[in-house]
């Protein structure tokens, strides 16, 4: 899990909403996007910052604090446990978000004797970076005795990184951000009036009309559906394509499938998945997929809002041999991912609802995803670069949770314009064969 000694916990806190609402003494029940992912792991994403020259670190402590209980009054599912409730006669099973006395978020507060160009001048992510989040290898399931949500500010000798891990049955990457933006949007106020945000969160869940709002689920004890996966040993690095580069992927794409449909995230995927293949050296008859993370709210009809807090995604795959993939042209690749996107739709979406309700799948990482893919996580549209009003960060970064063989997360570059970074997890000797690969390092410039 990583060489973590150079981090070293200072204290902790539970953090609670600053106020109390009517609608947080309610349960907050799960759908079947919640409740598929009891078994994988929270989401960690964090940002790295400079000291700011005029405010000690103690200062922006309390400050954080303080402004993540205010956070909290908008996002308080994220102050809850998770509670199963059983019967007998006749059997169920019911996970649900419980908020009532609310026992609340934790926050870390801890210190390294690192710098800040120890982490954007590495190479590779260093190992230590997984030390910045709690809660690594835990799974969405430990939510019943596990905050849902933990904030580790590490204080490094020039800098701080602000490391959230957020329980995945709460919510989905969008979710997330929503909510660190809000956090951030209420810290760099400094004062004023909490209750208005730009966002206000939709935290009841949406159901189709036919199911919930609480959902049985056919188990008797969660050791029938609960996988703790352990990661085979991989490399993680950061590439970053320029808007350059990655308005020039697209341009190749549409122009060798003649048309002007495929997207810059379907270019930039295609090409990732093209030059990972290569550097597997995969039999040409073996089955290789893309998939891409989706997300469902403007699928459904009608849509539903940007600011809903939960889980609202699926995936979606392009799949086809080793052997075509690297025998056709990007476009062509680029095809099958732009395909497999348009057909996702609301009768998509409602289908795999109806069907999930009828025989639930919990995702486990051994099981649904194989080691000759890849999955596209995160999103370079998220807005991931929060200032908490000290200054921009200066990068991005990911912990220990949900990485695998093949998993690909992107992000929007640090200087935005359409640029992206990329983290890559992949054993030593592909990532080897990867950075030997001309026609991929050419297309990206230095690592942020």
């Avoid at 549409?254 to 597997?280: D, G, M, P, Y």
């Avoid at 009608?302 to 075509?324: D, H, M, R, S, W």
Wanted: proline fraction near 6%.
């Amino acid at each position: 899990m990583g060489q973590g000694s150079e981090v070293r916990r200072v204290s902790s806190w539970a953090v609670k909403p600053h106020c109390v609402t009517e609608e947080s003494q309610k349960p907050c029940y799960l759908t079947p996007w919640d409740l598929a992912m009891l078994s994988v792991n929270y989401i960690q994403k964090g940002l790295l910052f400079t000291k700011p020259p005029d405010v000690d670190m103690q200062t922006i402590i309390e400050h954080l604090k303080d402004s993540l209980s205010r956070a909290l009054t908008h996002f308080f599912p994220l102050s809850g446990r998770l509670v199963t409730k059983k019967g007998a006669d006749p059997p169920s099973y019911h996970v649900v978000i419980d908020c009532t006395d609310a026992p609340g978020a934790e926050f870390i507060h801890a210190v390294a004797d690192l710098t800040v160009a120890d982490i954007t001048s590495a190479a590779d992510v260093p190992p230590f970076v997984e030390s910045f989040f709690a809660f690594n290898g835990v799974v969405n399931h430990d939510g019943h005795t596990l905050p849902l949500l933990a904030v580790q500010v590490t204080e490094l000798l020039d800098g701080y990184f602000v490391g959230c891990s957020i329980n995945h049955s709460v919510a989905d990457g969008t979710s997330f951000w929503h909510f660190f933006n809000t956090w951030s949007e209420i810290s760099a106020r400094k004062e004023g009036n909490d209750e208005c945000i730009s966002r206000p969160p939709i935290t009841k869940r949406w159901f189709m009309d036919n199911q919930g709002p609480s959902i049985n689920l056919p188990f008797s004890h969660h050791d029938e559906f609960i996988e703790r996966y352990t990661p085979p040993l991989l490399r993680e690095r950061m590439f970053h394509f320029s808007a350059k580069s990655i308005a020039q992927l697209k341009a190749r794409a549409n122009s060798e499938q003649n048309t002007n449909k495929i997207s810059s995230f379907q270019a930039l995927s295609a090409f990732v998945w093209k030059s990972i293949t290569q550097a597997r050296l995969l039999p040409a008859d073996q089955n290789t997929s893309c998939r891409l993370a989706i997300d469902n709210r403007s699928r459904l009809h009608p849509p539903l809002c940007k600011n809903y807090f939960g889980n609202c995604i699926q995936t979606v795959k392009g799949t086809t041999t080793a052997g075509e993939l690297l025998a056709n042209n990007l476009g062509w690749s680029a095809w099958l991912l732009n395909q497999a996107i348009s057909a996702h739709d609301n009768n998509k979406v409602c289908v795999f609802l109806e069907e999930w309700v009828n025989a639930p799948l919990i995702y486990q990482f051994g099981r649904f995803f194989d080691v000759d893919s890849l999955m596209m996580g995160s999103s370079p549209k998220f807005d991931m670069y929060n200032n908490f009003g000290w200054g921009k960060p200066v990068a991005a970064r990911s912990g220990y949770g949900a990485k695998f063989d093949g998993k690909v997360s992107s992000y929007p570059g640090c200087e935005g314009g359409g640029s992206v970074d990329v983290e890559v997890c992949l054993p030593p000797k592909s990532m080897d064969a990867l950075l030997s690969n001309e026609e991929f390092m050419d297309a990206v410039s230095v690592p942020q």
